[in-house]
């Protein structure tokens, strides 16, 4: 019972990673219709960003946890400006292989400045021990690293639902034409919630340093997972990113624990049985055929 | 914004996807004999195993065309047919000894019979979402066959696969007569995608890409055409990776990774979607590049490919046989206005 404990825990902290990259997909999708396929290399950033601040500016995981966001929200800013914006107009597709050239853009320019080898990370101070709960002991950053996730997806949650901004990006998501129609400057809001998806997937990099390899290629198995998450979810609903991804994790860890070698195809056998019943996703709105 | 995912893509397409155009049949006997003339000299010019590289990755990519520009799916995932096929290839000729030809045959079987569930969960999606259902059946197919280690050899891979063919020994150790031996089996590839196109079949999928609704409501069932397709596809896409994995002597998992997938889109695209004929040029550009770039020792092919495939998405969408046959079409419509205007005069 203690180790199933142990391996929810776990699993839970992975699920916050995709759960919280899967809402940055989730929320550039709803509002721009791109789905952006670097999403697994900004996440590669956000953990190769954490090491190289330690190792240049000897910043610690805390202040990365303030700063690889804000670089990252820049570094999206960026690309929307320069390279995605050109093709909002065009078929999805056209933003979808842009973005995965500019995967194998970043990949390949950070393998060759950092080397294939892991880069060294430690636990961050605080949360190197262990917590007794009970006569179970939990690795205390595996609690941190899901409190942490299931915390910001509840604050995003919150910013989305009760605050103005929320409320011009849900309606640019639902209807992009009347909002525009309202008064509302739809363009305005596309840069920096692109910039903030991306973002998004840097917390996630930064919260997966401490207890992941960290390699140019880490992003390049999470973006394969993150899809499958927003295909169980449903790629039009957050709320449905939030849950798979938690969901995914779950799966992931207790696969890892009762059947180690087949832990990563039992994700893509709960997508293919969620396709089959719910193409749409679980919660995600059917569509017109 | 979703309406557009709703419905088959909208991708720009050559004039050669264009049902009503029309060759002097002369043109086109020329054109076939040129073609193929150039298929035939290539091993005189390059080295013969990049040659026959060229000819596998450029039958791979007439595989997505055939689905891309024809059909209007983009599958991400072809990586687990050409794969697929090629350790089965390996697998059949390593233990039978049978020739080549009849190995890399069973592999474009087993790369079809792996497209049927597959293309039947797929096509319940459209659009980015086909993209990307595709891809993860990709990848559940490559950790299988990481975890499958007593058939696939896990991370060394299948190696020492044999070019059985008789006993000839000219064409098992000469890359340059392993090239004109293996020519036929491309061709055969090339021929299925031409007459799948070129038939009412063919018509049926453009009005499906054009137009789904309306596709239906003629009486057409969508989903079967799409998985027909899908299938033919695969089955083309296993004849190129069985090749591939004959002519190299091993497969590797490096064939089913999602790269692989990502880098036979790239060279359809740099091709010209709709073409056809556009993703063997594609082809013959990107490996001649990674060649000379790796026997240059550069590290970071990625650079230069992600670079090319950010610059083709922005600036190029018609790729090389659509830019070009936009330029002939232009320079003919010209010279057709100028004679009217002559005769006017």
Redesign the interface.
């Known amino acids: 019972m203690s180790a199933f404990i142990q391996y929810t825990l776990q699993g839970l902290a992975t699920g916050g990673f995709y759960a919280l990259a899967a809402l940055g997909l989730a929320v550039i999708f709803g509002v721009?219709?791109v789905?952006n396929f670097s999403h697994g290399a900004m996440y590669m950033l956000g953990a190769v960003g954490s090491a190289v601040l330690l190792d240049v500016a000897d910043i610690p995981f805390w202040g990365a946890l303030v700063i690889v966001p804000i670089l990252l929200f820049l570094f999206g800013v960026l690309v929307e400006r320069l390279?995605v914006r050109?093709?909002l107009k065009?078929?999805?597709?056209?933003n979808?292989?842009?973005t995965?050239?500019?995967?194998?853009?970043?990949?390949?320019?950070v393998?060759?400045k950092y080397g294939v080898s892991g880069l060294p990370y430690e636990l961050p101070a605080g949360l190197e021990g262990r917590v007794t709960v009970g006569g179970l002991s939990l690795s205390s950053y595996q609690l941190f690293a899901a409190f942490f996730s299931v915390a910001l997806c509840v604050a995003v949650w919150l910013l989305l639902t009760k605050t103005r901004i929320g409320m011009i990006v849900r309606a640019s998501?639902e209807d992009?034409e009347r909002t525009r129609a309202l008064g509302i400057n739809v363009g305005r809001w596309v840069t920096p919630v692109f910039g903030f998806g991306i973002a998004l997937a840097g917390v996630a990099g930064v919260l997966a340093a401490p207890f992941r390899a960290i390699t140019a290629d880490m992003g390049?198995?999470f973006i394969?997972i993150l899809?499958?998450v927003?295909?169980i979810g449903g790629?039009?609903s957050i709320l449905g990113a939030v849950i798979a991804g938690f969901l995914v994790g779950l799966v992931e860890a207790y696969g890892q624990a009762y059947a180690p070698?087949?832990a990563?195809?039992l994700i893509?056998?709960l997508?293919?049985a969620v396709?089959?019943v719910r193409?749409a996703g679980l919660f995600g709105r059917e569509?017109?055929? | 914004?979703?309406a557009?995912?709703?419905e088959t893509?909208?991708?720009?397409t050559a004039a050669s996807a264009a049902p009503d155009r029309k060759l002097n049949p002369f043109v086109r006997a020329g054109a076939l004999v040129i073609a193929l003339l150039a298929v035939l000299a290539l091993p005189w010019l390059i080295y013969p195993p990049v040659a026959m590289d060229i000819m596998a990755w450029g039958l791979f990519a007439i595989s997505i065309d055939l689905l891309l520009g024809f059909t209007g799916l983009?599958s991400f995932g072809h990586a687990m047919f050409w794969g697929t096929s090629a350790y089965v290839t390996g697998i059949i000729a390593t233990r039978s000894g049978l020739p080549f030809h009849v190995a890399i045959l069973g592999g474009a079987v087993v790369a079809m019979l792996l497209a049927v569930p597959t293309g039947y969960?797929?096509v319940?999606?459209?659009?980015?979402?086909f993209?990307?259902?595709t891809?993860?059946?990709a990848?559940?197919i490559f950790?299988?066959a990481n975890?499958a280690r007593d058939l696939t050899g896990g991370e060394n891979g299948l190696q020492g696969i044999p070019k059985s063919f008789f006993g000839v020994e000219l064409i098992e150790n000469e890359p340059f007569y392993f090239y004109y031996a293996a020519l036929p089996l491309i061709l055969l590839g090339a021929f299925i995608a031409w007459r799948t196109v070129s038939s009412p079949f063919g018509r049926v999928l453009l009005a499906i890409r054009d137009n789904?609704?309306r596709a239906?409501a003629l009486g057409y069932d969508v989903e079967r055409y799409k998985i027909m397709v899908f299938v033919i596809s695969a089955g083309i896409a296993g004849l190129a990776g069985g090749v591939f994995s004959v002519s190299h002597g091993f497969a590797s998992l490096q064939e089913l990774i999602?790269?692989t997938s990502?880098k036979v889109?790239?060279i359809t695209?740099l091709g010209g979607i709709g073409t056809l004929w556009g993703g063997p040029l594609g082809a013959a550009v990107v490996v001649l590049l990674e060649d000379y770039l790796a026997s240059s020792g550069f590290?970071?092919?990625?650079?230069i490919?992600?670079?090319?495939?950010?610059l083709i998405?922005?600036l190029f969408?018609k790729g090389i046989w659509g830019t070009v046959a936009d330029l002939v079409a232009r320079i003919r419509g010209r010279a057709a206005t100028a004679a009217q205007g002559k005769r006017d005069a």
Not at chain 1, 100 to 109: E, H, K, P, S
Not at chain 2, 9 to 12: L, N, S
Not at chain 2, 305 to 310: A, K
């Open positions: 721009m219709g789905v390279l050109w093709l065009l078929d999805p597709l056209y979808f292989l842009l995965f050239g500019l995967t194998l853009l970043i990949v390949d320019l393998k060759r998501t992009a390049s198995n394969i899809f499958a927003v295909v790629l039009g070698s087949y990563q195809v893509f056998v997508m293919a396709v089959l193409p569509e017109a055929s | 914004m979703s557009q995912l709703t893509t909208r991708v720009e983009l969960l797929a319940r999606r459209t659009g980015i979402y993209a990307m259902v891809l993860a059946f990848q559940m950790f299988i975890q789904p609704a239906r999602w790269q990502g889109v790239l695209v590290n970071g092919i990625g650079i490919t992600g670079t090319i495939f950010v998405v922005l969408r």
